[in-house]
């Protein structure tokens, strides 16, 4: 069992950043797969990035140029590092982490983006 624990999030202002972290309770090394998804009220949850074991980062089209997510394999974790941040950004931020192929989620965190 991997349990996966959010931070960082906030309330931010239009054009603000925030920096989210996802820690795993066990080595990095051992996931293939870290992934940051959001859910806005309403909406199904969608990807927002994703860091393969093999260096491979891949982005949605609506946070490229924005958003950069790391693997932090020292600390077990996994960051993402938002800049200008927009209203659409609302939403609960969720880590994914696959693990053979079994995969776990982590509770959320709230970003609530608001002049």
């Known amino acids: 069992q991997v349990q996966l624990v959010e931070s960082g999030g906030g309330l931010v202002q239009p054009g603000g950043s925030l920096t989210l972290s996802c820690t795993s309770s066990i080595s990095m090394f051992s996931i293939e797969q870290m992934a940051w998804f959001r859910q806005a009220p309403g909406k199904q949850r969608e990807r927002v990035a994703v860091?393969?074991?093999?260096?491979?980062?891949d982005y949605e089209d609506f946070v490229k140029g924005r958003f950069i997510i790391s693997r932090d394999n020292a600390r077990n974790a996994v960051h993402l590092e938002m800049n200008n941040l927009q209203p659409e950004d609302t939403a609960v931020y969720y880590c994914?982490?696959?693990?053979?192929?079994?995969?776990?989620w982590g509770q959320g965190t709230q970003v609530t983006v608001s002049s």
């Open positions: 994914r982490a696959w693990a053979g192929t079994v995969g776990y």
């Open positions: 860091a393969s074991a093999d260096g491979r980062i």
